[in-house]
């Protein structure tokens, strides 16, 4: 559709809004004009970078209210007045922010420049990334009306407030909805297909924040190990054994790339402790000088790998994978990892990420004032438990049952990086194989593709997947599903191997034969190794 009038871009256009159990307080229009904007990959997640030029589109904002529950949602939506491709796409949120915060304006800006009607909200939280406003209604007590606005009913909401605000311009509906989100965009999107299945006809939901709870434990459990053992180690130490383990393990899957492919393999075979004692150049001493890697660093790095655990060892969560970036430092801009220390006066003290705290302060504790250093190893286990208990209904997002979404037509995929810093893998592995475990038809409507050196939604060695969204599109729409997707990978020499992913439980192989491990055309999908069940 093209030439949209100008003069429809008026708050009385979208005068017949509705929205069922909710209250319509505000809607506005602006007309934008000449927009330009260049819109990197790396924030479009399974999307390829896009120039947006000269665009112009209606932006209406909607404010609304559950009669009752004091809350007050803001969505955001961008309609096309030139070239809509009659297609809707959604996006997510991240970290503790719903949407409309700087990563959804990215995917909007992308969406665009692509043709489609976008949307987002803020389920009445902000934008900000610390919880502190709005997670407690009093001292002591969650608010969890915010909390199923954050889990849920507001991303429902998202999805009938954009399909109505199309009609109403368009004069039809979108003949296709997709959702596309990374991290906490990813857990909206799995939401999305368990609790709203008829919402979205495709949904990219990529390194989802899935079983919020136990996620957020592994996540912080580096900083309370160290915390109970008592010492932090050098980043350096951290860094080394991480190293050394990428050299063990690299070539594992048959091709030496400075990627470790084999991820189970090598948490089962290489052992940190084998790097007590080392002596490694260290830029975080106060001198700078050498130092030796410490059993406490070994015991951390161990820790972390394996994930959080009770007193007694028995597992609570996966943990990071070997050759993830532990320390930020290497991790690509705009991102955090979970064992960092921070030893500028000479001695290193923990410094652990905004995310986990927040979680066990504000959620888990109830007081925003929580001491964190000093709690114990079973008050953190009993914390965690209760953590379960009380938000699983509104964040663990991972009911396998998708009958009603694959009865209706819905497509998805998910993607996770083995070297995610943020979130480990495990989870997603986890919750595909529920759900290939109830429904072996699986394939036909959810794949999941695992990616080796890919950090959290981006970053590490390995790129995105980024013709993964075309192929959604493909599959919801002439029902060519996606047997393997393009990706390139960032080799130590400094060349591009070009590869693909494949959907699990098969992994890219390499040919041998075939002889060079840049060219796409050595690798095929295929088995390899071994399934080690620590991630299972």
Same mark, same amino acid.
């Given at each position: 559709?093209?030439?949209?009038?100008?003069?429809?871009?008026?708050?009385?256009?979208?005068?017949?809004?509705?929205?069922?159990?909710?209250?319509?307080?505000?809607?506005?229009?602006?007309?934008?004009?000449?927009?330009?904007?260049?819109?990197?990959?790396?924030?479009?997640?399974?999307?390829?970078?896009?120039?947006?030029?000269?665009?112009?589109?209606?932006?209406?904002?909607?404010?609304?209210?559950?009669?009752?529950?004091?809350?007050?949602?803001?969505?955001?939506?961008?309609?096309?007045?030139?070239?809509?491709?009659?297609?809707?796409?959604?996006?997510?949120?991240?970290?503790?922010?719903?949407?409309?915060?700087?990563?959804?304006?990215?995917?909007?800006?992308?969406?665009?420049?692509?043709?489609?009607?976008?949307?987002?909200?803020?389920?009445?939280?902000?934008?900000?990334?610390?919880?502190?406003?709005?997670?407690?209604?009093?001292?002591?007590?969650?608010?969890?009306?915010?909390?199923?606005?954050?889990?849920?009913?507001?991303?429902?909401?998202?999805?009938?407030?954009?399909?109505?605000?199309?009609?109403?311009?368009?004069?039809?509906?979108?003949?296709?909805?997709?959702?596309?989100?990374?991290?906490?965009?990813?857990?909206?999107?799995?939401?999305?297909?368990?609790?709203?299945?008829?919402?979205?006809?495709?949904?990219?939901? =990529?390194?989802?924040?899935?079983?919020?709870?136990?996620?957020?434990?592994?996540?912080?459990?580096?900083?309370?190990?160290?915390?109970?053992?008592?010492?932090?180690?050098?980043?350096?130490?951290?860094?080394?054994?991480?190293?050394?383990?990428?050299?063990?393990?690299?070539?594992?899957?048959?091709?030496?790339?400075?990627?470790?492919?084999?991820?189970?393999?090598?948490l089962a075979s290489f052992d940190p402790f084998s790097l007590v004692g080392k002596v490694?150049?260290?830029?975080?001493?106060?001198?700078?000088?050498?130092?030796?890697?410490?059993?406490a660093a070994a015991a951390t790095v161990n820790a972390t790998w394996h994930g959080a655990?009770?007193?007694?060892?028995?597992?609570?969560?996966?943990?990071?994978?070997?050759?993830?970036?532990?320390?930020?430092?290497?991790?690509?801009?705009?991102?955090i990892s979970m064992v960092v220390t921070n030893c500028t006066t000479g001695t290193c003290?923990?410094?652990?990420?905004?995310?986990?705290?927040?979680?066990?302060?504000?959620?888990?504790?109830?007081?925003?004032?929580?001491?964190?250093?000093?709690?114990?190893?079973?008050?953190? =286990?009993?914390?965690?438990?209760?953590?379960?208990?009380?938000?699983?209904?509104?964040?663990?997002?991972?009911?396998?049952?998708?009958?009603?979404?694959?009865?209706?037509?819905?497509?998805?995929?998910?993607?996770?990086?083995?070297?995610?810093? =943020?979130?480990?893998?495990?989870?997603?592995?986890?919750?595909?194989?529920?759900?290939?475990?109830?429904?072996?038809?699986?394939?036909?409507?959810?794949?999941?593709?695992?990616?080796?050196?890919?950090?959290?939604?981006?970053?590490?060695?390995?790129?995105?997947?980024?013709?993964?969204?075309?192929?959604?599109?493909?599959?919801?729409?002439?029902?060519?599903?996606?047997?393997?997707?393009?990706?390139?990978?960032?080799?130590?020499?400094?060349?591009?191997?070009?590869?693909?992913?494949?959907?699990?439980?098969?992994?890219?192989?390499?040919?041998?034969?075939?002889?060079?491990?840049?060219?796409?055309?050595?690798?095929?999908?295929?088995?390899?190794?071994?399934?080690?069940?620590?991630?299972?």
């Amino acid at each position: 559709m093209s030439g949209l009038p100008a003069s429809l871009c008026v708050s009385d256009t979208f005068a017949g809004l509705s929205l069922p159990g909710a209250e319509i307080l505000s809607v506005s229009a602006l007309l934008v004009t000449n927009y330009t904007a260049s819109v990197a990959a790396t924030f479009r997640f399974t999307q390829p970078a896009v120039e947006v030029q000269d665009a112009t589109f209606c932006n209406v904002t909607v404010a609304y209210t559950h009669p009752g529950q004091n809350d007050n949602i803001i969505t955001e939506a961008w309609l096309p007045t030139d070239d809509w491709n009659g297609r809707f796409l959604a996006v997510g949120g991240g970290g503790y922010a719903a949407g409309r915060f700087s990563l959804s304006y990215e995917n909007m800006k992308g969406a665009i420049g692509d043709g489609y009607a976008t949307i987002t909200t803020d389920s009445g939280l902000g934008n900000a990334q610390d919880p502190t406003p709005w997670a407690l209604v009093s001292p002591g007590n969650v608010n969890l009306y915010n909390l199923q606005n954050f889990g849920d009913v507001s991303l429902n909401d998202q999805a009938v407030i954009g399909k109505a605000l199309i009609k109403s311009i368009y004069g039809k509906g979108p003949e296709y909805s997709y959702w596309s989100g990374c991290s906490q965009g990813g857990r909206q999107g799995l939401s999305m297909a368990q609790r709203y299945p008829k919402a979205y006809d495709g949904i990219s939901a =990529v390194a989802p924040a899935i079983s919020w709870n136990g996620l957020a434990a592994s996540a912080h459990w580096p900083q309370q190990f160290m915390n109970n053992l008592g010492t932090y180690p050098y980043p350096c130490e951290i860094d080394a054994i991480t190293a050394a383990a990428v050299e063990a393990c690299d070539g594992l899957d048959g091709v030496v790339d400075g990627v470790i492919a084999e991820a189970d393999a090598c948490l089962a075979s290489f052992d940190p402790f084998s790097l007590v004692g080392k002596v490694i150049d260290c830029n975080q001493t106060v001198d700078g000088s050498q130092v030796n890697i410490s059993r406490a660093a070994a015991a951390t790095v161990n820790a972390t790998w394996h994930g959080a655990s009770k007193v007694d060892g028995t597992p609570i969560w996966s943990g990071f994978l070997p050759g993830t970036d532990l320390t930020g430092s290497s991790t690509a801009p705009g991102q955090i990892s979970m064992v960092v220390t921070n030893c500028t006066t000479g001695t290193c003290v923990g410094a652990p990420s905004y995310l986990t705290v927040k979680w066990v302060q504000i959620f888990l504790a109830k007081d925003p004032n929580f001491d964190i250093v000093n709690l114990t190893h079973a008050d953190y =286990v009993r914390l965690v438990h209760a953590g379960k208990q009380q938000y699983e209904s509104f964040l663990g997002t991972n009911d396998p049952d998708l009958s009603d979404f694959r009865d209706a037509g819905g497509k998805m995929i998910t993607y996770h990086g083995l070297a995610d810093n =943020v979130i480990p893998p495990g989870g997603s592995r986890k919750y595909y194989k529920e759900v290939s475990a109830l429904m072996p038809d699986a394939p036909s409507f959810y794949r999941y593709f695992e990616a080796p050196g890919l950090g959290h939604c981006w970053g590490g060695r390995s790129g995105q997947p980024t013709a993964l969204f075309r192929q959604l599109r493909a599959w919801v729409e002439n029902g060519t599903a996606p047997e393997q997707t393009p990706i390139d990978v960032n080799v130590e020499d400094g060349t591009v191997h070009h590869r693909i992913l494949c959907p699990y439980p098969e992994v890219s192989v390499f040919d041998e034969g075939c002889g060079d491990a840049a060219a796409v055309e050595c690798w095929s999908c295929g088995k390899r190794g071994s399934e080690n069940q620590t991630r299972s």
